[in-house]
């Protein structure tokens, strides 16, 4: 069957048709960063192709070349572990031992030299995931913030930790300190953006960190390497590029990891960290699968409910943890929610990153097989793809589509889709959508829409004990960034916001005496001089 028109037009006939700003440039890394140093790497390198395609010769459509990134080995990802380890140096090392002030002054160099790359990542961004021209710059934007906030959340944290504590006869200053090496890998939908959200606090909260970038959303980083370079000591910041499955295995069996921060799947986080050969000593800060349901009440407000469940279910093509997934419908609503869905999801935008479409290219080569495959099963049980020409595509270009009705026999009742599918299912008692929210293995969150109250009141009382956060009449988010971000069940290990990652990496540490005077002297003594900069009353401004 030939392809839609529409869907073919999106293979570039040549570079020409991208505007001049948007063009991308080839960029051969062959450099790694280690203890402080861009390392040459004369070795094998990895491919980074787009999911954006040209016509190549004969007419085929071929995947735009990007550039290339050194595909290290399990000797050079150990080395760059051995430097943060050396730089940690159990807790004695230069960065664990600075003042808060002193690594928010790193941390405020290094913001000021990402900012000066913004172009190049934003471009690189649009090219290696296909995110929207105006969805990449939000992303590196969001990220500029979040690090802001992050700082000013930890002079907050500090300001408070500033005083004693007098009880039962003990003094005491309470703060908070590092837990040593963190390996962080973040994913390719946001691989700017929650990359960051784990590896900025283990930094300031004076860990070290050995980082691998997504596959897809990995050369974004190049332009990067020289602000962490000259911005961070020695060993601090450390990043590996690669085979996941072949560098990352031998840096959990050696031990020397402390924290392992991990968004995807929940299947590869268990597979790593079952390495690690202490396990009472690895802190996981994890964020995994989410199959976040709509549940729309017989009173919806329809206008504002499509609405929503659009935005929420296909914003940058529903390849979001927080993207609602499935969509339980009152019967006696379930035929017009579908139409006007229908419709909707029929108006929305397909086209490339600079055009700002709601839907681009999937950065994932295999995932519109993925996709279709779910429809396949779900239609030889007896659904039906509602929209028109829902599902079509070609090369990596994926037409939403709009699934009805599903129920729990199918795929798409259970498997969390990451993209463009919206399965609804229509149900008679309240009870139904309930009952699916308490025995899915997921529970990140949820939306309910409608309009009363007090039915509305009903459902949020047992839901708030199986998902993190309820959604009223909205669609499921991350933001703000101040609010807490995590999950039940297999959705979520640990809370990542801006005040609570900066307790996610770190650990409540206290200096105690007895409340006498010749103790409190020595005290006293040791914050006059300044002999120690945990035990300090410096106040932050």
Not at 46 to 52: D, E, F, Q, T
Not at 85 to 101: E, K, M, V
Not at 309 to 326: D, H, W
Not at 439 to 457: C, H, M, W
Request: proline share 8%; net charge neutral.
């Amino acid at each position: 069957m030939n392809p839609p028109s529409d869907l073919k037009s999106l293979i570039l006939r040549s570079m020409d048709q991208v505007p001049e700003p948007f063009r991308p440039s080839f960029v051969d890394q062959r450099v790694y960063l280690c203890d402080g140093r861009l390392v040459p790497w004369s070795g094998p390198q990895s491919p980074v192709l787009s999911p954006i395609h040209t016509a190549g010769e004969g007419g085929e459509a071929e995947p735009v070349r990007l550039g290339r990134v050194p595909d290290l080995e399990e000797g050079q990802a150990l080395e760059c572990l051995e430097a943060a380890y050396g730089a940690y140096d159990h807790g004695r090392g230069p960065w664990p031992t600075l003042s808060i002030g002193q690594r928010l002054s790193h941390m405020e160099d290094f913001v000021h030299r990402m900012i000066a790359r913004k172009d190049q990542v934003i471009r690189l961004i649009m090219w290696e995931i296909c995110k929207s021209r105006q969805d990449a710059e939000k992303e590196f934007s969001r990220t500029v913030r979040y690090i802001r906030d992050t700082i000013d959340a930890l002079k907050d944290l500090d300001r408070a930790s500033s005083r004693f504590v007098f009880q039962e006869g003990i003094l005491a200053q309470i703060r908070r300190a590092p837990l040593g090496v963190v390996l962080c890998m973040g994913p390719f939908n946001y691989p700017l953006n929650e990359t960051f959200a784990t590896l900025i606090p283990a930094l300031l909260m004076g860990n070290t960190v050995v980082f691998k970038p997504p596959k897809h959303g990995c050369l974004l980083y190049e332009p990067l390497l020289e602000a962490f370079r000259d911005a961070f000591p020695p060993g601090v910041v450390n990043m590996v590029t690669g085979s996941g499955s072949r560098i990352i295995p031998p840096l959990m069996e050696s031990g020397k990891v402390n924290v392992f921060a991990f968004i995807g799947s929940s299947q590869v986080a268990n597979s790593l960290r079952q390495r690690h050969p202490k396990l009472n000593r690895l802190r996981c800060v994890l964020g995994l699968e989410a199959k976040n349901p709509a549940i729309v009440l017989a009173d919806a407000d329809l206008e504002v409910t499509v609405r929503e469940c659009v935005l929420g279910g296909l914003s940058f093509n529903g390849q979001r943890c927080t993207a609602l997934k499935i969509f339980f419908v009152h019967r006696s609503l379930a035929q017009r929610f579908v139409r006007e869905l229908s419709d909707a999801v029929s108006s929305v935008s397909l086209g490339l990153p600079w055009q700002d479409p709601m839907i681009t290219p999937l950065a994932e080569p295999d995932k519109p097989d993925y996709l279709a495959s779910l429809i396949d099963d779900a239609v030889a049980q007896g659904a039906r793809v509602v929209n028109e020409g829902g599902g079509s595509r070609y090369r990596s270009v994926f037409r939403p589509a709009v699934i009805y009705p599903v129920d729990a026999r199918m795929r798409l009742f259970h498997e969390e889709q990451f993209g463009p599918v919206l399965p609804v299912v229509p149900y008679d008692d309240l009870e139904e959508p309930i009952r699916a929210v308490i025995e899915s293995p997921y529970g990140q969150q949820l939306s309910i829409f409608g309009t009363d109250p007090g039915r509305i009141a009903e459902l949020i009382d047992p839901l708030v004990n199986q998902v993190c956060r309820v959604n009223l009449n909205c669609q499921c988010q991350r933001g703000p960034d101040t609010f807490p971000f995590t999950g039940r069940k297999d959705s979520a290990e640990s809370t990542l916001s801006v005040f609570d990652a900066l307790r996610a990496f770190s650990i409540r540490t206290l200096v105690a005496t007895r409340d006498e005077e010749s103790s409190k002297d020595r005290v006293r003594t040791i914050l006059r001089e300044r002999l120690s900069r945990f035990l300090s009353t410096d106040f932050l401004l």
